[in-house]
């Protein structure tokens, strides 16, 4: 900005960061697409895990649904008396939400 005095210098100083500022943001991480994954079933104490994580019980996934990142996943359902469920999904996007029906089976006497 040499040879350039008060408000041009100012303004051009104040373009280039906003432009600067502008490109930043369209650099920053991007939130990988989801899928819903949306389960019914019981019992509702049961536990609902996604890829050895911890997701919730069953009755509040249930209610409200897990995000699923777009690829494949191990889901394991499981409460204390019941056989574990276990199922392989695959989240698509753009394919609508991963809809799982699970019924546990009682371990028999």
Do not use: Y
Not at 19 to 34: D, I, K, S
Not at 67 to 85: K, R
């Amino acid at each position: 900005m040499t040879g350039m005095t008060g408000a041009k210098a100012w303004g051009l100083s104040v373009l280039s960061g906003a432009v600067l500022a502008a490109g930043l943001v369209g650099c920053g991480p991007r939130t990988p697409p989801t899928v819903s994954m949306r389960v019914t079933g019981g019992p509702d104490n049961a536990t609902v895990t996604v890829d050895d994580q911890f997701v919730g019980s069953l009755a509040v996934v249930a209610a409200r649904g897990v995000a699923l990142p777009v690829g494949v996943h191990h889901v394991t359902v499981e409460a204390a008396g019941f056989l574990p469920w276990d199922k392989t999904v695959e989240a698509k996007q753009g394919e609508g939400p991963v809809r799982l029906d699970v019924k546990l089976v009682p371990i028999p006497d």
